[in-house]
């Protein structure tokens, strides 16, 4: 059975810094494509970063509202994926997915053809 679970969600002031991490089960990790989307209240769920398989050269993908401050990266042995993410705005507040597929295209778009996702971890920033 495969399993994702998200952890490092929190409460943090505008301008912080969180790391998000998804540990993976279940599945040959190395060869998917794992990504990160946000739903915050009343909205929509929204791509934010993705990371392409070993094969692949692990090539990122990210939200012009992230870059540059959201880094995605992935390791292999552990099985998990990671969010790094800088400069917190309160835009920002949402609950965070992981998620995973073989294919990146499917990822940035998101939606349920996606293979397997995680339950979910809350950020909160406050003003």
């Known amino acids: 059975q495969v399993q994702l679970v998200e952890s490092g969600g929190g409460l943090v002031q505008a301008g912080g810094s969180l790391r998000l991490s998804c540990a993976a089960s279940g599945l040959t990790f190395s060869n998917y494509v794992l990504g990160w989307f946000r739903q915050a209240p009343e909205e929509e769920r929204e791509f934010v970063a993705a990371?392409?398989?070993?094969?692949?050269?692990?090539?990122?993908y990210y939200a012009d509202s992230v870059k540059g401050r959201f880094t995605i990266s992935r390791d292999n042995a552990k099985k998990t994926a990671y969010l790094q993410m800088n400069s917190l705005k309160p835009e920002d507040t949402a609950v965070y997915y992981c998620?995973?597929?073989?294919?990146?295209?499917?990822?940035?778009?998101?939606?349920?053809?996606?293979?397997?996702w995680g339950k979910g971890t809350l950020v909160t920033v406050s003003s």
């Open positions: 990371i392409r398989n070993r094969w692949s050269g692990e090539n990122t």
């Open positions: 998620a995973a597929d073989l294919s990146i295209a499917t990822m940035q778009i998101g939606g349920r053809d996606i293979d397997y």
